[in-house]
């Protein structure tokens, strides 16, 4: 019931979501820093982001041209305006209390702040549980199999001035 | 004037400098008790201040109550981190019951989403991004790292030296706590973020996600409203998403050479979303 509620709260972060470009940035047809360029949008230009492809998020410019970009040279609004104030936490919040009876509950819904860490008691019963649903080493292969991923060989980046 | 000055020079001479020599050789000591124990926190004791930073944290919020979810998370978690150069450690993970959007590592593996944050991604290689970073601070040490560093302070030098000495009274270990669960709410070194970062699209690729999880993760919270009262401890603790983006530019060729791996936005929406 909550995590439906919660659902229905949350804004819908993969449609239409204003951004700008950090940097002019060449509008492509296809994900592809090889493909052939619609338009080029200047520094700063908004667009609406409407979905991701790996590296690339396709986007509509103001005048209605559509392409893929760069997803990092994007960036969202962020700054409060056009935005509600609190993403339906505090709503959210007025329901898990008049829903629930017991303090704890409450508790554990507005836990996460830094008073609530700080003054916290240890809860041994449910770091138990929580290790109770640890996988294993082959289960998690057996599960990444299924999902078909493949182990592959990566290197960290060299640390710089070290 | 001058039988004054010497008057007072007496004064300062008599009692102080013995206290001053003493004060110098607890400076000293502990110093030195500090550097040891730098060196001394092996795997064991890590895993253990782990343990009871973990059960803290719980204590501030439980796990949401849906086996499923934290299974999935679970089987996500184990597979990332059998891709590093920690493979053995006892990795645990959890998703707590807060509506807040955040993440947690503890030391020797125990490592937390929030279902707020969990609710925010759409993909199981977002997931991922995720994980891989908190557990590229259990590769790095970075907490114990923090909570030697804190260790200047009398509160947790007195416990990191206590835990050098294999000392397990209550009340150290309660010190210890303390230093400890301080970082959920002060944050690490913002270096130890972007580092972080870097090593957990390095991790993700290797357990062959799409290797653009943390970004566009990144960038869901870059779209939020930085007042809004679901963010505020993960902003106050970690550089600003837009940053992050940023230092992310360098990880580029990393992250395009590992674009096209699997997203598992399906498997994330029937697990991560499974109701109870």
Redesign the interface.
Known sequence: MR?AL??LL?PA??LA?P?TVMRATELKQQPASDAASVATLAENAKVDALE?K??WTRVRAEGGAEGWVR??A???????EA?????G??Q??NVARTGTSGA?VT????????E???N?????A??R???S?????D???G??AK???????????R?EGR | MNRLRVLALCALCAAPPAQAQLNLNRLLESASNIGKAAQEIGEKEEIEIGRDMAARLLGAAPLMANDGVQRYVNNVGRWLASQTERPDLPWRFGVLEAPQLNAFATPGGHIFITRGLLERMKSEAELAGVLAHEIAHVLKKHHLKAIQKGAQMELAGTAVSMLARQDRSTGNREKLLAAGTELFSRGLDKSDELDADRLGVVIAARGGYDAYGLPSVLQTLQAMNPQDSGVALMFKTHPAPGERLDALERMQPTLDAHAAQPQLGERFAANARAKR
Do not use: H, W
């Open positions: 995590l919660l659902l949350a972060l993969c979501e951004a991701r790996g590296g997803m990092l994007l960036r969202y609004a962020g700054t409060g935005k509600q104030g609190d993403a936490i505090s959210v919040l704890q508790t554990g819904v507005r836990g996460l702040d830094a609530q860490l700080a916290a008691r240890p809860n041994p449910e770091l549980k929580m290790e649903y640890s996988a294993s080493r289960g998690a292969d599960f990444a999902g078909k991923l493949s182990a592959q060989r990566v290197d960290y980046p640390e």
